[in-house]
């Protein structure tokens, strides 16, 4: 009880002090704007001259164009390490074992490597 | 031996060709000229919309009778939101801040900072609180209050078909009231633009 006629005092005091501080024309509650500021000064002026990056990626055709071939060429060069798989973009391929399914490819790493194949069905044991 | 001459001529001719083509060339322009490539949304599109509502805003009547009504105390304007609902990104700022720019030359107008600047600027206001002398140190508490908030929206409207491609951009910009929610001026610009691929 004691504190909060403390607490009390002290608020109408700093009240009382900030109306008699006011010059002409000042907002009465402007304390509330330093209190809310003051917390965040730091975080809001930490970037005063330097340049905030905010940017967007705009829509080139060219480079778009490049992008999808990069992409392509990685794609491929992936698929490349997992048993050759023939490239039909490109003219590259290995002769020989242009039959996805019967070299392997990937469904060497996802069916029994002993077993036989009709259609598109494996009976691996 | 004739023929051996026009191979390594034409050899010639072919990797210049490839050279000048693989080269990137720039050409500095003028921002007022009119350069479509893609047919979206560019500088001449940005610099129509300024042209057009920094003369309509300065020339319309909310100025006069705010002039007449506030015994000729200037107006206090802020820049608030720009929603784009089109289907492009468009930077509302191109334009927006030559309709500013006007307001300050001829000085018919103030403006007042919002949004992320006015942050800045109260947070710079709070650190001097602390840290500057008492005779630079800025108060608190007197800023200018708006009059008028201006706010707008970009919409657009394409209509396609295989190869051709109708585009059209409706800006809209408004002004009102801050004190009596009323909305005093709206100016608009509409673009549309026909694309054949």
């Given amino acids: ?125 | 031996m004739q023929l051996k001459r026009i191979i390594t001529i034409a050899a010639f001719a072919v990797s210049g060709l490839i050279i000048t083509s693989c080269s990137r060339q720039v050409t500095r322009v003028s921002t007022d000229e009119t350069i479509d490539v893609s047919g979206n949304w560019n500088n001449t599109d940005s610099r129509l919309v300024a042209q057009e509502l920094t003369q309509n805003i300065l020339g319309a009547a909310w100025l006069s009778n705010h002039l007449e009504q506030n015994a000729g105390k200037k107006p206090v304007v802020i820049v608030g939101m720009v929603q784009n609902k089109s289907h492009e990104h468009i930077e509302a700022e191109t334009f927006v801040k030559d309709v500013e720019q006007a307001f300050l030359q001829t000085q018919r107008v103030r403006l007042v900072q919002g949004g992320k600047k006015r942050e800045e600027l109260r947070a710079e206001k709070a650190d001097q609180q602390s840290n500057a002398s008492v005779s630079s140190m800025k108060k608190f508490g007197l800023e200018n209050g708006a009059d008028y908030i201006l706010q707008g929206s970009i919409n657009s409207i394409v209509d396609s078909h295989k190869r051709k491609k109708v585009v059209y951009y409706q800006v809209n910009l408004e002004l009102t009231n801050i004190q009596t929610n009323e909305v005093v001026w709206i100016g608009e610009k509409k673009i549309a633009k026909y694309v054949k691929n």
């Fill in chain 1, 1 to 125: 009880m004691i504190a909060g006629l403390f607490a009390g005092i002290t608020y109408t005091s700093a009240g009382y002090a900030q109306q008699t501080d006011l010059v002409a024309d000042q907002n009465p509650r402007y304390a509330e704007s330093v209190n809310k500021y003051s917390r965040m000064a730091d975080s809001l002026t930490y970037a005063q001259g330097t340049t905030v990056q905010e940017t967007y990626k705009a829509y080139d055709w060219y480079e778009a164009r490049e992008e999808r071939r990069r992409l392509r060429r990685e794609r491929n060069y992936q698929l490349s390490l997992y048993g050759g798989y023939t490239n039909y973009d490109n003219s590259w391929s290995y002769p020989g074992y242009n039959n996805y399914w019967n070299y392997g490819g990937y469904s060497r790493y996802l069916y029994p490597s002993f077993g036989f194949r009709t259609r598109n069905f494996w009976f691996g044991f």
